[in-house]
T-cell receptor, first 116, second 115 residues
């Protein structure tokens, strides 16, 4: 049973560029959440998707957008990259809120984004 | 709104010694509580969780945590640590009820086990 997978593992971009990160949820899960973990900090919630719609959003600007596909995989897009966007981006999958065991989230290994 | 405070940014300890990593939370509603571990250059792995019932929760790798509602704490303990326990540990909460299971994390505690 494959867990949560993310690609790419590492990415280097320059300021002003755009980036797309990808996530495939654990088998049986239909909800994907994205978190940003800056160096030395705890993860911060970016947004959550289920039924192909953004359901909740954290305190992140509109430069951060996402998408969920019919197979439940998800993309995180960041436009007009800033130096401060350098971080580990974590994807977590779960069952949708309100279902049994929805509270447990499984994390992928993350994508390390460096903005120069 | 919820918040999580991990009082120690780094805890050095010798191998085979006991350890306690402290976590306090603030919330106006009931919450679920979690401890995650992050090894270098890896994602987060769930150590244990408190949802309801017994306030003493046992997790993987010999870790346990105790939920104290009056002190709003959820401290993590292990009676004897190993070198392999060296990692970053994160305490997190999510709302008990509602249309969200988003996690609010603390800033983490680096457990540094020395031989």
């Amino acid at each position: 049973d494959a867990g949560v997978t993310q690609s790419p593992t590492h990415l280097i971009k320059t300021r002003g560029q755009q980036v797309t990160l990808r996530c495939s949820p654990k088998s049986g899960h239909d909800t994907v959440s994205w978190y940003q973990q800056a160096l030395g900090q705890g993860p911060q919630f970016i947004f959550q998707y289920y039924e192909e719609e953004e359901r909740q959003r954290g305190n992140f600007p509109d430069r951060f957008s996402g998408h969920q596909f019919p197979n439940y995989s998800s993309e995180l897009n960041v436009n007009a990259l800033l130096l401060g966007d350098s971080a580990l981006y974590l994807c977590a999958s779960s069952l949708r809120p309100g279902t049994t065991f929805y509270n447990e989230q499984f994390f992928g290994p993350g994508t390390r984004l460096t903005v120069l | 709104a919820q918040s999580v405070t991990q009082l120690d940014s780094q805890v050095p300890v010798f191998e085979e010694a006991p350890v306690e990593l402290r976590c306090n939370y603030s919330s106006s509603v009931s919450v679920y509580l979690f401890w995650y571990v992050q090894y270098p250059n890896q994602g987060l792995q769930l150590l244990l969780k408190y949802l309801s019932g017994s306030t003493l929760v046992k997790g993987i790798n010999g870790f346990e945590a105790e939920f104290n509602k009056s002190q709003t704490s959820f401290h993590l303990r292990k009676p004897s640590v190993h070198i392999s326990d060296t990692a970053e540990y994160f305490c997190a909460v999510s709302m008990l009820r509602g249309a969200t299971n988003k996690l609010i994390f603390g800033t983490g505690t680096l457990l540094a086990v020395q031989p």
